[in-house]
């Protein structure tokens, strides 16, 4: 062995103890080598190289930069390198999708991690339909809420609160538009008597079958609202007088039908007052069913009169 040999091996343990330390020696030179001697030390060349390229690829990798440029082909761990960044990309690619709610992703190359990753995603379908449960439950139950608040309970139609709110809005539009709002007040005749002698049950069957009727009866642009016990309020957009009339003598023919029919051991029947503005007759909602209701009564008082000259 010459002394350029001898010298060259002795560089060779330094720069391999480097390699292993973590350390990446420059590039050693044969000058003056024996051929063999230049053979091993082109070799620990590439060696060095190689595994320079592949801590700078892995640890750019590991700390998420994924477009890296790839390890040269001739590095013999290029093909491995590769393959993992391609998997990273992928998964990167996947985990973006299930963050934009595609839950079919699974990952199934990589071992412990795809069965941590596909139980992720079984989780977030878990909570997500958990989650729209307890939404649709929410819905429901402010629409349950919102239902209550605005609707009679027995009756299904509107409760007082909301008659006079909607009234209120058919006044403006009646005066802004000019055009005629009718109201009927009426009061069912008879349900403390079926109170008291039939029980509450059947005043509930009065009360309810004859709203029935009326809110069949009555147009999908008109409200039926229930002001009391035994008191009702038809508000009838763009109506006349007249029309309401006719709306009514209809639901007594409906009503004379049960009447005649013997189903009940009571009569069906209410008093009834109606009352018309038209949009230049500004008046309260007040003094709207203050005239409507005097009407009714003397409906009622008309009846009672009737009944005792009898």
């Known amino acids: 062995m010459n002394e350029r040999d001898i010298s060259a091996t002795s560089k060779l343990k ?160 009646s005066r802004r538009n000019k055009t005629v709002l009718s109201i009927c007040f009426l009061d069912i005749d008879g349900l403390k008597m079926v109170n008291d002698v039939y029980g509450h049950n059947e005043g509930d069957y009065l009360i309810v079958t004859i709203s029935g009727i009326i809110k069949a009866l009555i147009r999908g642009v008109d409200t039926l609202s229930r002001m009391g016990g035994d008191e009702f309020l038809i508000i009838l957009h763009d109506c006349n007088s007249n029309g309401v009339q006719n709306v009514i003598d209809l639901v007594f023919l409906k009503m004379k039908e049960y009447n005649d029919s013997g189903e009940k051991p009571y009569k069906m029947d209410f008093s009834y007052g109606i009352e018309e503005i038209v949009g230049e007759r500004i008046t309260t909602i007040d003094d709207f069913i203050e005239k409507a209701d005097k009407k009714m009564y003397r409906n009622k008082m008309s009846k009672k009169e009737k009944r005792i000259i009898e």
Not at 127 to 143: A, G, P, S, T, V
Request: with cysteine; aromatic share 8%.
């Open 14 to 173: 330094n720069a391999m103890t480097m390699l292993i330390m973590g350390k990446y020696p420059e590039e050693m030179q044969d000058e003056g080598c024996s051929e063999d001697m230049s053979e091993v030390i082109k070799l620990f060349n590439i060696i060095s190289n190689n595994m320079e390229e592949t801590y700078c690829f892995a640890t750019s990798l590991a700390s998420g930069n994924l477009d890296v440029e790839s390890p040269k082909k001739s590095n013999y761990m290029a093909a491995g390198l590769k393959e993992l960044r391609s998997n990273l990309s992928h998964l990167t690619w996947q985990t973006q999708q299930v963050a934009k709610g595609d839950y079919k992703q699974r990952v199934d190359f990589m071992g412990d991690f795809s069965n941590a990753f596909n139980s992720m995603v079984e989780k977030l379908i878990e909570r997500e339909n958990k989650l729209k449960e307890d939404i649709e439950e929410q819905k429901r139950m402010e629409k349950e809420l919102e239902y209550y608040a605005f609707t009679d309970q027995m009756t299904g139609v509107s409760n007082r609160r909301t008659g006079l709110l909607i009234l209120e809005e058919e006044i403006n539009k």
